[in-house]
């Protein structure tokens, strides 16, 4: 009669640690493509909520001054007193001492008169940074953040 032994496994195999390893990536790929999407997400509702401040604070300071700031003005007029403009309200327009940026960290586009019509907007590229786009690359306007 034979007396089967068992033997103690002391280690994984490399096949068994290979389907580890990849159940593990495919796991963290999908948690970034998810991180991904709400960091983007975050950054057009931060945009989207500076359009609107700004928006409001450029007809705020046409209400007090009587005029849009120009285009070489632009979204400074909103922190800096123009030498042309009576009743500016001490401190400006911002609770800030700076513009805010869009949500990618540039600096927004001011355009008066602009072709839609519109007395004014505000413009940020998006994602891509550039004109025009779909999607996270869309352009983001003041006009449309109300």
Same mark, same amino acid.
């Given at each position: 009669?034979?007396?089967?032994?068992?033997?103690?496994?002391?280690?994984?195999?490399?096949?068994?640690?290979?389907?580890?390893?990849?159940?593990? /990536?495919?796991?963290?790929?999908?948690?970034?493509?998810?991180?991904?999407?709400?960091? %983007?997400?975050?950054?057009?509702?931060?945009?989207?909520?500076?359009?609107? #401040?700004?928006?409001?604070?450029?007809?705020?300071?046409?209400?007090d001054? /009587?005029?849009?700031?120009?285009?070489?003005?632009?979204?400074?007029? #909103? #922190? %800096?007193?123009?030498?042309?403009?009576?009743?500016?309200?001490? /401190?400006?327009?911002?609770?800030?001492?700076?513009i805010?940026p869009?949500?990618?960290?540039?600096?927004f586009?001011?355009?008066?008169?602009?072709?839609?019509?519109?007395?004014?907007?505000?413009?940020?590229?998006?994602?891509d940074?550039?004109?025009?786009?779909?999607?996270?690359?869309?352009?983001?306007?003041?006009?449309d953040?109300?």
């Amino acid at each position: 009669m034979t007396i089967k032994r068992f033997e103690k496994r002391k280690a994984f195999t490399m096949l068994e640690i290979m389907a580890v390893l990849i159940i593990l /990536g495919l796991l963290a790929a999908l948690v970034a493509k998810k991180v991904s999407d709400k960091v %983007d997400q975050a950054r057009v509702a931060t945009t989207k909520a500076n359009l609107k #401040l700004l928006h409001q604070s450029v007809n705020q300071f046409k209400m007090d001054t /009587g005029r849009f700031p120009t285009e070489d003005e632009g979204l400074y007029a #909103l #922190l %800096d007193q123009p030498s042309d403009v009576t009743n500016y309200p001490v /401190g400006g327009y911002l609770e800030t001492t700076d513009i805010p940026p869009d949500g990618w960290g540039e600096d927004f586009i001011y355009e008066l008169y602009p072709e839609s019509g519109q007395p004014f907007v505000i413009i940020s590229y998006g994602a891509d940074k550039e004109e025009g786009g779909e999607g996270y690359d869309a352009d983001l306007y003041s006009t449309d953040a109300r």
